[in-house]
């Protein structure tokens, strides 16, 4: 970490000394293919002094020109990830978003990559819950931050599933990617978690243990829109997992109903005046949500495709009669 946090300072001063020069001498482009040059003449043993990557130093000093900053939170980050952020987000505020999260996280550079395609800046901590009634201040804060809106199942491609087991099955076969989206702490327990009370079988639909929330966090999926109805089953889940299976340790379980919409107005209704953490948050499979603008309405989509289909198969079938 010192290591490299000295090779991200010595990159920023020399980004700095190719600013001031540039302002002051009309460098050119030309000029850094010769700086690259010398510099790797001088120091052959030395990588990195590509003209390429003397360009990113010198937008990594245009971009943080406090050395302070770069000293203290900056430099803590690998140079790959630096000139990912500067490249991806033009933003001062999102982009310092990324680099504390990453920091905090430990993410790789393709993980960082994942994040940022996924806009998890908008998602986080965008979930309606009634954590702020339900649990003490500190740990209330600390859920919210926890939770996200909507979660993104793009992993799963571009299938709709219909029924909530096979969601839970598709989130299970890709249990990493679905870790990586639900955000960092979750450990995953089981699925179809058995319950028995009251002379009577239940299953939960995905259970997780929050390692720094020290709680377990009971996920129930759902196919459809979001139903008041589902509260009640998930707020009874809560209060078998807290009394089966929770330690004397645990902080109280959490409950997160994953549906595929919502009604805000109808969600705060449903969660106001239970005793109970539940969270209320959207999911998605749509990869064509992330194209651009432009280009999404020259996209068919699955209904356009699946009539397509039906009258080419129409077709077909009548030219073939005609033949007989």
Not at 12 to 29: C, F, K, T
């Amino acid at each position: 970490m010192a290591a490299n946090s000295a090779m991200v300072l010595l990159y920023w001063d020399i980004g700095r000394m190719i600013l001031d020069r540039q302002e002051r001498e009309g460098w050119g482009a030309k000029v850094i293919d010769r700086l690259s040059a010398d510099l790797r003449e001088a120091y052959p043993d030395m990588q990195g002094l590509s003209p390429r990557n003397l360009l990113h130093m010198r937008a990594f000093a245009a971009t943080y020109p406090d050395g302070q900053l770069v000293k203290q939170l900056v430099s803590q980050l690998p140079w790959g990830h630096l000139v990912r952020l500067i490249q991806r987000i033009k933003d001062q505020d999102i982009r310092h978003w990324y680099v504390k999260k990453t920091i905090e996280h430990g993410w790789s550079r393709n993980i960082l990559q994942m994040q940022i395609d996924a806009q998890a800046h908008k998602r986080q901590a965008k979930a309606l819950t009634n954590f702020m009634a339900t649990l003490p201040p500190a740990d209330s804060d600390m859920a919210e931050q926890v939770f996200k809106d909507p979660y993104l199942f793009d992993f799963l491609g571009t299938a709709d599933p219909r029924r909530e087991r096979e969601v839970e099955q598709a989130l299970v076969d890709h249990i990493q990617r679905f870790l990586i989206e639900l955000g960092n702490g979750f450990a995953f327990v089981g699925r179809q978690v058995h319950l028995e009370f009251s002379s009577r079988d239940y299953y939960l639909d995905l259970l997780f243990y929050h390692l720094k929330l020290r709680c377990y966090v009971v996920v129930e999926l759902k196919a459809v829109p979001f139903d008041p109805g589902f509260v009640g089953q998930i707020n009874m889940y809560l209060s078998a997992v807290d009394d089966l299976l929770r330690h004397h340790d645990d902080q109280p379980s959490i409950g997160l109903l994953l549906c595929r919409s919502k009604d805000r107005l109808v969600v705060e209704y449903a969660l106001r005046d239970l005793n109970r953490p539940i969270g209320v948050a959207g999911w998605e499979t749509k990869l064509v949500e992330k194209l651009p603008k432009e280009l999404k309405g020259s996209l068919p989509s699955v209904a356009e495709i699946e009539a397509e289909f039906t009258e080419h198969r129409q077709r077909s079938s009548r030219a073939r009669r005609r033949s007989r």
